[in-house]
């Protein structure tokens, strides 16, 4: 049997300002998984390097060393390969939605007929489809984050990184996001799927809407000192724990439990995630 195919790859990738090591030698990989996209969720608390390794994931930042490799040919990761949508993303006022999603389309190549088409799909696969003539101002908050998406899509091989997508939202508005994630995770307007990378520090919608969680951390020498720069120190497997892909998971006892697990974990004073 073949071994699996990787479609993300980080090697030794190290982050380093002056004598601040913030990450170290973090090794992880993605693997290509037949019928579904993916989504991974980086968990750690607040200031521990998540989002410097979100930038270099992103080829936004360049590392002190190591690389991160993705694609069918495993190569280094370039400055828009990966559609990025940042906590405050940012959508021209000027334009209306299909002016800028057939920009995004021109950007990557393609025609401003096939910039349309693409979007087009895309528009109707998020429920947008009556709203490619508003100008943002026109649109709720949850609908400009739905076109923020869809034009990193129209840029992106598939791969898709949010930075905090759950930022500042109430229950139902984060129930709503979790809801999004999978949909971008799994549409297939060109016949592929998407692998959606998120950070966020929120144990519990890590916990809805990811598949797999990587735990980001730093760890301790013999004497219990912190070792600088963080790692991925465990990676969890929610289809394997039966919580992924769950309608209302976060209210099943398998749920709590692991949610109360980690919440203990992440508040050991001897742990990796406290400093």
Request: hydrophobic share 40%; with cysteine; net charge negative.
């Amino acid at each position: 049997m073949s071994s699996p195919q990787v479609l993300l790859k980080v090697e030794n990738v190290c982050q380093q300002f002056g004598d601040n090591l913030v990450l170290r030698d973090v090794n992880v990989e993605i693997e290509n998984i037949e019928g579904r996209g993916q989504v991974v969720a980086i968990l750690g608390p607040s200031g521990v390097g998540k989002t410097q390794f979100f930038m270099i994931l992103a080829a936004l930042r360049k590392a002190a060393s190591g690389k991160v490799l993705i694609g069918q040919e495993l190569k280094p990761v370039r400055n828009g390969q990966v559609g990025v949508v940042f906590q405050n993303y940012y959508i021209d006022p000027w334009l209306t939605v299909m002016q800028s999603i057939i920009r995004a389309g021109k950007q990557t190549g393609l025609s401003a007929k096939q910039s349309r088409e693409k979007g087009m799909s895309l528009l109707g696969k998020f429920g947008l489809t009556e709203r490619k003539d508003y100008y943002p101002a026109q649109l709720s908050g949850g609908q400009r984050q739905r076109i923020a998406i869809v034009e990193q899509l129209m840029c992106s091989e598939h791969f898709l990184l949010m930075d905090e997508p759950f930022s500042g939202l109430d229950y139902k508005a984060k129930q709503d996001a979790c809801a999004l994630i999978n949909e971008v995770a799994h549409d297939q307007t060109d016949g592929q799927d998407n692998t959606v990378i998120f950070v966020t520090h929120d144990i519990e919608t890590a916990l809805m809407a990811a598949d797999r969680i990587w735990f980001m951390g730093r760890d301790r020498d013999a004497e219990g000192k912190i070792v600088p720069g963080a790692r991925i120190v465990e990676i969890a497997d929610l289809v394997a724990e039966g919580i992924a892909y769950q309608p209302d998971v976060q209210f099943s006892p398998k749920f709590l439990q692991l949610a109360q697990v980690i919440k203990e974990r992440f508040c050991d004073p001897k742990g990796p995630y406290t400093s």
